[in-house]
């Protein structure tokens, strides 16, 4: 059998050695029976579990998993209409709906949700950035680890609503104050999945890129992390949920605009069918950008397998 060094040089000049090198990594690679995003074996068992869903038409898959929310709202509408709790305490679903219409047409509520996405997405894309480069570093250097994991790991500790007070000290209430709330928030996730992963990624793979004269980094971006993808796309859905999470402690305590304003301003006002109108929007928004996860994991798994 030919080694990999030598099969990089019989197939050609320097003008094609990148891509015969390339071409051959991926060929090496598959005949030990891995691909570019893991094991063939965990791979196959991914596909079998996705082929699952994909048996039936989308509309389908649609309509299955909207049962249990609309079994909800049935329930919801049940009690709500049977007097057994208050209505000032359980709004009906209509009268939610309509206190979300009234929000829209003064133009007071999609401002909010405008404003509240901007946040999320602004602080979780530079927290997810700054966890996928920290996660890396401490993940392929035991010395970064050693140094850095137990200070990283005590900070992670500390409760969403602790880092309020001293943000407001240092920033001041404006949007960098709030953005970077949720950049925290976004951090640790993306950081910790990551980090762990790196450290359990299959050596063949590794040792097979080095014999190719990878260098660090382009074993990092070509092997190590399609390694881990479904990890890293675990840590990413973690980090948005964390997103939201720190998005409303920042909002409820000092804020004139935003979803976590519209919780706030309706408990003060006794308007509980607005705060079901904010807990709902909040809910239907973490489901949307969470979708979008999905379907980076789809590309990013089409990308490297």
């Given at each position: 059998?030919?080694?990999?060094?030598?099969?990089?040089?019989?197939?050609?000049?320097?003008?094609?050695e990148t891509g015969s090198r390339s071409a051959s990594l991926l060929q090496f690679a598959s005949s030990y029976g891995y691909s570019a995003a893991g094991s063939a074996p965990s791979l196959r068992g991914g596909a079998a579990r996705a082929g699952l869903g994909r048996d039936r038409p989308g509309w389908v898959n649609a309509l299955i998993g909207a049962i249990?929310?609309?079994?909800?709202?049935?329930?919801?509408?049940?009690?709500?209409?049977?007097?057994?709790?208050?209505?000032?305490?359980l709004p009906t679903p209509l009268s939610v709906w309509q206190?979300?219409?009234?929000?829209?047409?003064?133009?007071?509520?999609?401002?909010?949700?405008?404003i509240s996405t901007q946040r999320v997405l602004l602080g979780f894309l530079f927290g997810s950035v700054l966890g996928l480069i920290a996660g890396s570093i401490i993940g392929l250097s035991r010395w970064a680890g050693l140094l850095f994991s137990p200070t990283i790991g005590g900070f992670r500790a500390v409760p969403s609503l602790a880092w309020v007070p001293l943000l407001i000290l240092y920033l001041g209430i404006n949007e960098d104050q709030k953005?970077?709330?949720?950049?925290?928030?976004?951090?640790?996730?993306?950081?910790?999945?990551?980090?762990?992963?790196?450290?359990?990624?299959?050596?063949?793979?590794?040792?097979v890129g080095r014999a190719f004269g990878r260098s660090r980094l382009n074993l990092?971006?070509?092997?190590?992390?399609?390694?881990?993808?479904?990890?890293?796309?675990?840590?990413?859905?973690?980090?948005?949920?964390?997103?939201?999470?720190?998005?409303v402690a920042a909002?409820?305590?000092?804020?004139?605009?935003?979803?976590g304003f519209l919780l706030k301003d309706s408990q003060d006002n006794g308007r509980i069918d607005r705060l079901f109108v904010a807990i709902v929007l909040l809910a239907v928004l973490g489901k949307l950008t969470d979708a979008l996860i999905g379907l980076l994991e789809r590309y990013l798994l089409r990308r490297w397998t």
């Open positions: 059998m030919t080694s990999p060094r030598e099969d990089s040089v019989e197939r050609g000049d320097g003008s094609t249990v929310p609309v079994l909800l709202l049935v329930i919801w509408q049940a009690v709500a209409s049977s007097g057994v709790i208050p209505t000032y305490r206190a979300a219409i009234d929000l829209s047409n003064r133009g007071l509520l999609w401002p909010d949700v405008e953005v970077l709330l949720i950049v925290i928030g976004a951090f640790f996730p993306v950081y910790t999945t990551v980090s762990g992963a790196l450290r359990h990624v299959d050596p063949h793979l590794v040792e990092l971006l070509t092997v190590q992390l399609p390694a881990i993808v479904p990890t890293v796309v675990s840590g990413l859905r973690l980090a948005l949920a964390q997103s939201w999470l720190f998005l909002e409820l305590i000092n804020s004139s605009i935003g979803l």
